[in-house]
């Protein structure tokens, strides 16, 4: 059975030290280990240590296949967004960016399928670099759930999500730039608390905002299982209709509606939960998603729906199907 990881992350061995360059910031750059790890800093201060996995493609595929994953839907890790950056650097960022995942798709055909990075706070040059993205090979977008603290909803991203849809560009919504950072710290909740409720604030944002009702066609995937949304749309559905005046100003059609109409990611790491979020998307609609290379993700590769009592044809939608259509490419560019 082919098996597609959809969301995984990945960065070049080797990049410039941005912040010097450009001379301000806190952007990326890596700082290379003896011991053949690397520190991520974020422009003088320590951000994260990463493995080789991070970045060589060949030690990738040899980890992925002992899960019996055939191909890896890589992107960026989203601290390299720099939303906050001027237009010109973060556009010279993203290119940068995109060569490499564009090379390793050329290279890796049959192993890698590339989603770009764009700069959103500048959305003519957005689109600019969307459209050179799918130039060189790239079938879609990461962006994160809020650019610079403004809502997915706001009307300068549209003609964003409108050029994505025309030109046929999937899009990845990831967390990051979590709310509530400063003032919870402690016991790692930006990423256990935080980044749920971000991928709620994202699908609200577009639905309630009427971007996923203008753009039927827009196929977006919200990661880590649709954070909660799903979990909560009983409480969202409840507040649009008691309280229509707040929620229902710029789109009149229940967020229930949109069910099915978007794609989810597979990484809850429990089997109820995931049968449950099933339950509401239908297996066409829930991608298997590692977050590979990192801890929180699930690094065994959908070995908990493998090993669950989910139907030979649902497990079959989950590992590539609902990825396949997502991405709308064909299965035999895989498996011929």
Partial sequence: MLKID???HILPKEMPNWTQKFGYGKFIHLEHQQDGSADMMQGGQFFRRI??????AELRIKEYQDFQTQVQVVCTIPVMFSYWAKTADALELSRFLNDHLADLVTRYPKQYIGLATIPMQDPEA???ELERAKSIGLVGIQIGSNINDENLSEDKFFPIFEACAKLGMAVMIHPWQMMGFDSMKKYWLPWLVGMPAETSRAACSLIF???LERLPELRVCFSHAGGSFLPTLGRIEHGFNCRPDLVAIDNPHNPRTYLGKFWVDSITHDIDALEYILKMQGSKRVC?????PFPLGDLEIGKFIEESALSPQIKEDIFSNATLEWLNLDKELFTR
């Fill in 209 to 211: 905002g009427g971007v």
């Fill in 51 to 56: 493995q080789e996995n991070c970045w060589d």
């Fill in 288 to 292: 298997l998603g590692s977050d590979y």
């Fill in 6 to 8: 959809m969301h995984s």
């Fill in 126 to 128: 957005a689109i600019q």
